[in-house]
C-alpha cells in the first residue's frame, strides 16, 4: 500500500549526519567488528573451469559478552554453483551448521560458526572458502566459461550477520579492503576499486584492488579478450570479444559512449575509477525470464556483459544501442541503488525503460522523446487485449507474461507523465538524489516519492495513486500522445 510516509529519504535530507555520526563508545549489545577483509578470487582452467574464492577477516569482540557462534550466509548453491566450504577459525578447522528454516531468515542459506567462547576485546582471524562452479543461473550475479568469467557486486561473498539480540550493531566492512583476483596472465580484468598492482608467477598474474569507504562490493570481469576499437578514444565505448572484430563499430562505441554521459549527467557520477564504458562477451549468459526476447545483457559497473546472439543479431543495429543503454541504466537503478522486491517491475524495470528514453531525448530531440512513448501506449494497449491488468503498484516479476507485458509498457510512462506534470530538471533531480543518498540500500515506492516531493516542492499523492494503485492510463495522459499513435501500423 503507498502511504503519505516519507520514510529514510525525508530523514536523510532533513539530517543527513545522524544520530551515529559520533560513533558509539560504549557496547549496547554483544556483538562484534571486522578490523580487516581481504577477498580472494582464482580461476582455475579446465572443462568445466571454476572460482576458488576465499574471504579472510580479522575480528575483534567489541559487545557486551563472549559469544558462542558467528551466523553467515553463504552464496546460493544452486546460484552460484557453491562447493567445497571451508571454515577455519585462528588455522582451526569448523564445520559450519546450516540452520533450519526456523532459526534462519528470508531465502538465504544461513550457517552458523560455533566457536570455544569469544571472550570480549579478544581478535580472531576468520577464513571462509568455497568453489563456484556448475551453477544454475548465468546471469548478473556470476557467468563462467572456459575462458572468462564474471562476478557481480552480490551474492558471490559470505555475509556476516549480527547476534540476533536487539541492539547488537551490524558488522560492517572495514575501511579499507583488498581484493585479490589471479587468472592466467593472458587474461585482462576489471574491478571495483583502486588498482593497486599487477605481479606474474608463472603462467598466472595477480591483480589487486584497494576498495575504500564509501565503495560499494567488488564485481569482477575478466577473460581473454580482444580490444576493440583500437586506440580507442576517451568517453568512448569499449568491446571485449572472444574473437577480433571484423567490422569497424567505432560509430557503436561512440554511442555507447554518448549514453553513459547522459545518464552520468542526468543522474549523477557513478565511479572516478570507471574511464571507458566496457561492452563484453559472456560466456553462457542467458537473458532474464521476463518474457521479452532481446539477446541477454546484464549490467555491471561501468559496462554490459552481453551474449554472443546479440553480436551476432548486429551490433550495428539500433535495437543493440537500446539494449545496451536500458543495461548501462541498471547501474544507478539497480545496482548503485537497490530496488524493493514490491518495486521491481514499477521501478526495476520501469526506470531503466525510462532512462533509454532520457538518452534518445538528450541525443536525437522531443521527436525521440517522443516515438517510444507513442510505442509504449500501443504496446500497453495491446497487451491488456491478452490479460486483465493488475495495478502497477501490486505487478510483480512473477507475474504471468501476458500480465507482466502490461506493467512493463505502463511503468516508464508514469515517469515520462511525471516529466510532463512536474518538468524534467527537478524530477531528474529527484532520482539522482535518490541514488546518491540510498546507494549501496533498497529504494521503494515510499523513497521514490519522497525524493520527487523534495525537489519539487509539491505533494505526489494524487499522481502515485493514479498510476501505481489504479488501473487503465489517464485520459489526459493518452491524449497528448494521440497524435502520434495515428502513424504505428
Known amino acids: 500500500m503507498l502511504t503519505r510516509s516519507l520514510p529514510r529519504f525525508a530523514g536523510l535530507f532533513a539530517a543527513f549526519v545522524v544520530i551515529c555520526n559520533v560513533g558509539c563508545a560504549v557496547p549496547l549489545a554483544p556483538g562484534y567488528s571486522i578490523l580487516k577483509e581481504s577477498r580472494e578470487v582464482h580461476f582455475v582452467s579446465g572443462r568445466p573451469s571454476h572460482l576458488e574464492i576465499a574471504v579472510r577477516?580479522?575480528?575483534?569482540?567489541?559487545?557486551?559478552?563472549?559469544?558462542?557462534?558467528?551466523?553467515?550466509?553463504?552464496?546460493?548453491?544452486?546460484?552460484?554453483?557453491?562447493?567445497?566450504?571451508?571454515?577455519?577459525?585462528?588455522?582451526?578447522?569448523?564445520?559450519?551448521?546450516?540452520?533450519?528454516?526456523?532459526?534462519?531468515?528470508?531465502?538465504?542459506?544461513?550457517?552458523?560458526?560455533?566457536?570455544?567462547?569469544?571472550?570480549?576485546?579478544?581478535?580472531?582471524?576468520?577464513?571462509?572458502?568455497?568453489?563456484?562452479?556448475?551453477?544454475?543461473?548465468?546471469?548478473?550475479?556470476?557467468?563462467?566459461?572456459?575462458?572468462?568469467?564474471?562476478?557481480?557486486?552480490?551474492?558471490?561473498?559470505?555475509?556476516?550477520?549480527?547476534?540476533?539480540?536487539?541492539?547488537?550493531?551490524?558488522?560492517?566492512?572495514?575501511?579499507?579492503?583488498?581484493?585479490?583476483?589471479?587468472?592466467p596472465s593472458n587474461f585482462v580484468v576489471l574491478s571495483r576499486g583502486t588498482a593497486a598492482g599487477r605481479k606474474q608467477s608463472g603462467s598466472e598474474a595477480e591483480y589487486r584492488f584497494q576498495l575504500r569507504k564509501g565503495d560499494l562490493d567488488p564485481y569482477i570481469v575478466a577473460g581473454r579478450y580482444a580490444e576493440s576499437p583500437a586506440g580507442n578514444k576517451s568517453g568512448a565505448a569499449v568491446f571485449w570479444t572472444h574473437e577480433p572484430l571484423k567490422d569497424n563499430l567505432s560509430s557503436v562505441a561512440s554511442d555507447v559512449g554518448a549514453a553513459w554521459e547522459v545518464l552520468q549527467r542526468n543522474f549523477g557520477a557513478l565511479d572516478k575509477n570507471i574511464r571507458n564504458v566496457h561492452l563484453v562477451e559472456a560466456s553462457n549468459l542467458r537473458a532474464p525470464a521476463n518474457g521479452e526476447d532481446d539477446p541477454a545483457t546484464a549490467a555491471f559497473p561501468g559496462g554490459v556483459l552481453f551474449s554472443s546472439d546479440a553480436l551476432g543479431s548486429g551490433a550495428r543495429n539500433d535495437s543493440f544501442v537500446e539494449g545496451v543503454a536500458r543495461a548501462l541504466a541498471r547501474n544507478w537503478f539497480g545496482e548503485e541503488m537497490l530496488v524493493a522486491g514490491n518495486a521491481a517491475v514499477g521501478m526495476g524495470e520501469g526506470l531503466p525503460e525510462y532512462a533509454a528514453i532520457v538518452i534518445d531525448e538528450a541525443r536525437k530531440g522531443e521527436s525521440a522523446r517522443r516515438a517510444?512513448?507513442?510505442?509504449?501506449?500501443?504496446?500497453?494497449?495491446?497487451?491488456?487485449?491478452?490479460?486483465?491488468?493488475?495495478?502497477?503498484?501490486?505487478?510483480?516479476?512473477?507475474?504471468?507474461p501476458e500480465q507482466r507485458r502490461i506493467a512493463l509498457a505502463k511503468a516508464p510512462l508514469f515517469y515520462v507523465a511525471l516529466e510532463d506534470s512536474y518538468g524534467e530538471a527537478p524530477i531528474r533531480q529527484g532520482l539522482r538524489d535518490l541514488v546518491e543518498l540510498l546507494k549501496g540500500q533498497e529504494a521503494g515506492y515510499d523513497d521514490l516519492r519522497a525524493a520527487l516531493e523534495h525537489t519539487t516542492g509539491k505533494s505526489m499523492e494524487d499522481i502515485f495513486r493514479v498510476w501505481l494503485r489504479e488501473k487503465g492510463i489517464p485520459e489526459d495522459f493518452r491524449a497528448k500522445y494521440q497524435e502520434g499513435r495515428q502513424s504505428l501500423p
Not at 555475509?159 to 536487539?166: A, D, G, S, V
Open 372 to 400: 517510444p512513448v507513442v510505442r509504449l501506449l500501443h504496446d500497453y494497449d495491446d497487451a491488456r487485449k491478452q490479460a486483465e491488468e493488475k495495478p502497477l503498484a501490486s505487478s510483480f516479476l512473477s507475474d504471468s
Open 57 to 183: 577477516y580479522t575480528l575483534e569482540n567489541t559487545g557486551t559478552s563472549a559469544l558462542e557462534f558467528i551466523d553467515a550466509i553463504l552464496p546460493d548453491e544452486k546460484s552460484f554453483g557453491r562447493r567445497n566450504v571451508r571454515v577455519e577459525m585462528n588455522g582451526h578447522a569448523i564445520t559450519p551448521e546450516k540452520l533450519t528454516e526456523e532459526l534462519s531468515w528470508g531465502p538465504q542459506e544461513v550457517f552458523r560458526l560455533k566457536l570455544d567462547s569469544w571472550a570480549q576485546k579478544q581478535r580472531r582471524d576468520l577464513l571462509i572458502a568455497y568453489d563456484c562452479a556448475s551453477f544454475q543461473d548465468s546471469g548478473a550475479r556470476i557467468t563462467l566459461g572456459d575462458s572468462d568469467f564474471h562476478l557481480g557486486s552480490r551474492g558471490w561473498s559470505p555475509e556476516l550477520e549480527p547476534p540476533k539480540r536487539i541492539l547488537a550493531p551490524f558488522p560492517h566492512r572495514p575501511v579499507r579492503m583488498l581484493v585479490t583476483i589471479r587468472v
